[in-house]
């Protein structure tokens, strides 16, 4: 895995941490966050996306 490749996971990882904890705290709702992951997925292309969806 290369730096850009690392950074990108890292980034998605972070951002998903905290749709999480938004959603579990009613910050959000589940088709917020759905959308919210697909925008990351777009945006980030990890290497574990592949994984989650």
């Given amino acids: 895995m290369d730096k850009r490749s ?3 996971e890292t ?3 972070m ?3 905290l749709a999480r904890r938004m959603l579990a705290e009613k ?3 589940g088709k917020e966050y759905r959308d ?3 925008e990351m997925l777009r945006r980030y292309q990890p ?3 592949d994984l989650y969806t």
Avoid: C, R
Wanted: hydrophobic share 50%; glycine share 6%; proline share 0%.
């Fill in 6 to 8: 690392f950074q990108n």
């Fill in 11 to 13: 980034a998605f990882q």
């Fill in 15 to 17: 951002a998903m941490y």
């Fill in 27 to 29: 910050l959000i709702t």
């Fill in 36 to 38: 919210f992951e697909q």
């Fill in 47 to 49: 290497f574990s996306g």
